[in-house]
């Protein structure tokens, strides 16, 4: 099992940029993939990002291709998400997630949650 823990939410206005952090616990994060979801208020968890320990291959929502990059520093046992152009639509919950699967593109995908870390943005 792996623990993550994120940082790095906050309330930003549109067409600004917010970086979450997730650290995770474990002496084998280089092999987990690791992704990022969020939920908005009232709809249902949806998929962000993910990054795979295979390759470091990555994976986006179309949503958010082009203003979103995820990243991560093995070393540090930590996957980042660097968020630009903030949009109100992005306003949600943001959870990190991992799984020892080589992709995560849905929550089946997923072993591990974090806690989640809120990110508003105002219009």
């Known amino acids: 099992q792996v623990q993550l823990v994120e940082s790095g939410g906050g309330t930003v206005q549109a067409g600004g940029s917010l970086r979450l952090s997730c650290a995770a616990s474990?002496?084998?994060?280089?092999?987990?993939?690791m992704a990022w979801f969020r939920q908005a208020p009232g709809k249902e968890r949806e998929f962000v990002v993910a990054?795979?320990?295979?390759?470091?291959?990555?994976y986006y929502a179309d949503s958010v291709k082009g203003r979103f990059t995820i990243s991560r520093d093995n070393a540090k046992n930590t996957v980042y998400l660097q968020m630009n152009i903030l949009k109100p639509e992005d306003t949600a919950v943001y959870y990190c997630?991992?799984?020892?699967?080589?992709?995560?593109?849905?929550?089946?995908?997923?072993?591990?949650w974090g806690q989640g870390t809120q990110v508003t943005v105002s219009s």
């Open positions: 997630a991992s799984s020892a699967r080589d992709i995560i593109a849905t929550m089946d995908d997923v072993a591990d």
């Open positions: 474990g002496r084998t994060f280089s092999y987990y993939t």
């Open positions: 990054i795979s320990w295979r390759g470091g291959g990555t």
